[in-house]
């Protein structure tokens, strides 16, 4: 692990980066006391040059963060589901770092803003690294992934003005329906969390676990903190916000240097691909797997947590993507932005990579560490320093048969997409759950300056139920509206497998 490259006490001597020692860091040679500086002072250029270049680009999303080292351990036998290296003996460990996140802020922004958050995980399996980017919640706004950059443009700063902006935010949500269940669970205290390892996070897609044999099962992975889902109100996360911007970071590193180590259960949720076929909602239990201790702090921020790439594509053999599209789109987008931020060889970075030896084609790039010394680039037949092929299981995935033309197609709104918000504020929220949601919306509703975004976003509302929409149309001022009127359930187009659609507890 990184953390383990540099001691305090390692005597070092202050170098140049060519580890040369300097005697005066804070000298730069000049002519004379006062005189020009002299562009033979390798130690001055060295620092300032390296200085200039000291930031990268920041996350697209996601950008404000925080993180730690840990373990996962196996705790109960799957080997009924997958034949994944990692749950193949009970009491397995691989080492583990986790990076959460706000969605929409700047790396400086504030961690209590309402928000999502991210819950990106690596987990170092003896067959390469398991990558497991989560969210705090188990649904998402959206299930036509070529939504995703101008909904994030929404959540972002206006071009002209550079500031957020309430009535792009709200413009997008309510031509967005399918946002709602997503809505209601932000606006809900869930979307202040008390700091960053106070909550639960969720695979929100299903993936597929897949044995030897080629059978296999959807999965949803829910990971519950152990300490429970704690939450401020809003007052007290707008108050923190500015009191103490890194609220989260400083809770989460504090936390682990008492040693009160923040832990997860592990759960997952499986589905048969016959039991999708007939899919609306049936209850799939949670069943244990394991737990997640985080232990360690980084001891460098930038290296160990910033230079950390997690994408859902980085997945090993027992573990597939779902033919989710937003989960499809996420498969390219992740190391796609990797190569953009942190260079094409962000998978030898020391956080990044794996525990087991690479051995592939790739080969150069600028800032390779690993050259995969004198073994050909090449399949080779004359060279003994080749490498083993994993024995190829001739399984075919059943109920995975996909035909059809090429189509750009848009999924439409229908009453399905109410029926699980309307069961969240109906059912699962408690009455005071249910005010702090009203007021919660009403002071961001309120903010939008457009009479016909806020009576178009009531409209949503009220097909949830029209007592919500009505007590925020009476406390942000405005008339009452009727429900938005939409195609009945039985048109739905059915989308097993994603996370606009799951099947999910949010208690
Ligand atoms: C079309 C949908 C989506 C796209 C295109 C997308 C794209 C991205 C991109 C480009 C990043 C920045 C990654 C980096 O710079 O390393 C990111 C970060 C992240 N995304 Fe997504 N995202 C999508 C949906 C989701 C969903 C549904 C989840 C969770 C279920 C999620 C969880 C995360 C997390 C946790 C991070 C932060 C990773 C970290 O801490 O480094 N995203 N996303």
Redesign the pocket.
Known sequence: MPSKQVTNNDNALYTTSNGAPVARPYAAEKIGVHGPLLLQDFHHIDLLAHFNRERIPE????AK?A?AHGYFELTHDITDLTSASLFKKIGNRARTTI???T?GGESGSADTARDPR???IKIRTDDGNLDW???NTPV?F?RD?A???HFIHTQKRDPQTHLKDADMTWDYFSQNPESIHQILILYSDRGTPDGYHNMHG????TFKFVRDDGEWVYVQVHLRADGGFKTLDSATAGRLAGENPDYGIQKLFEAIENKQYPSWTVYVQTMTPEQAEQFRYNDFPLRPVGKIVLDENPQNYFAEIEQ????PSHIVPGIEPSADP??Q??LF??P???RH?LGVNYQQLPVNAPVVPVANFQRDGAGTFVSQGARPNYQSTISSLTYRSKPYADTEHKHELWAGHARAHLHEITELDFEQPRNLYTKVLSQSDREHLINNIAEALGAVKSTEIKARQLAIFAAVDQGLSDAIAKAIGVPTVQPLVVASADEAVPLKTN?GQTTVKVA
Do not use: I
Not at 59 to 62: E, G, P
């Open positions: 996350r697209v999303v996601h963060g993180g990076r959460f996140s969605v991210g819950f990106a980017v989560f969210n998402f959206l992934p939504k995703f950059p969720y695979s929100g897609h950390a790439a997690f994408s937003v989960l789109s996420r987008s992740y796609d932005t990797h931020r996370v």
